[in-house]
């Protein structure tokens, strides 16, 4: 019981993703470099806020990892002391990343599914914080989001608008053929599905304004 394989899948400065089976489990590992118990607030602040907001979606009916409350894993963080204050135990979502599937073809049901779902979150006062398409895996045919390290509860219209915003320069990026097209229709779902989306995207546009202007 105690041996079973975890595997490493990614070691980055915020968090470890280890993977057990079907599940996942997000430790965020300590930063030397802060005082050890602002660090420890702070990564406690932060996984807590993940959590919650991870239930607040799953409430919502927004595809996303359910958390786990899972014996095998809890042992392994044990047997690691990694407590569970900063560690979220969550199902593997065993699909493939957005960025890796979509193209001109497929993409109109991606976009649409996707500007439905900022629509509803950001309805409900949340941010994801960093819409990329790694942030997103497609298993049967339903697009999930992942990982919310950077989402935050917040109404203010600056806040949504710049998530928007990431997510265009993430698109104009990673998928510059497709970017304006894919854009425009997660905008048109958003502005269907979001009663107070023409103040968001007034705001955008100031956001994109000051954007070039830095340039
Ligand atoms: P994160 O630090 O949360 O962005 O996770 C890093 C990478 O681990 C992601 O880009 C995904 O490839 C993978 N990953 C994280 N959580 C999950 C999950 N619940 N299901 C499937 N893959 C995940």
């Known amino acids: 019981m105690t041996n079973l394989p975890t595997d490493i899948i ?52 927004i595809p996303c990892p359910n958390i786990l409350d899972d014996n095998k894993a809890n042992l392994f963080l044990s047997e690691k002391k990694y ?11 065993d699909g ?26 950001h309805a409900n006062d949340i941010v994801h914080g960093d819409l990329t398409t790694s942030n997103m895996i497609v298993r049967n045919d339903t697009l999930h989001l992942i990982d ?20 265009k320069e993430a698109l104009n990026s990673k998928h510059p053929l497709i970017a304006t097209e894919f854009f425009d229709e997660v905008i048109e779902q958003y502005a269907r599905n979001y009663p107070g989306a ?14 070039r202007n830095k340039h």
């Open 198 to 211: 023409k103040d968001i995207l007034d705001r955008l546009k100031l956001v994109e304004k000051r954007g």
């Open 83 to 93: 407590t569970h204050d900063y560690a979220i135990t969550m199902e593997f979502i």
């Open 10 to 61: 990614n070691k980055g400065a915020e968090a470890w993703i280890f993977q057990q089976r079907n599940s996942i489990i997000k430790y965020r590992p300590e930063k030397e470099y802060r005082h050890p118990l602002i660090d420890s607030k702070l990564r406690k602040f932060r996984t807590n806020r993940e959590m919650k907001i991870m239930a607040k979606l799953k409430e919502l009916n």
């Open 148 to 167: 919310f390290g950077l989402s935050n509860f917040t109404a203010k219209e600056e806040d949504k608008a710049v998530d928007l915003h990431l997510l």
């Open 96 to 121: 493939f990343q957005l960025k890796s599937i979509v193209d001109r073809a497929n993409m109109h049901r991606f976009a649409d599914q996707l500007g439905g779902t900022v629509a509803k979150m």
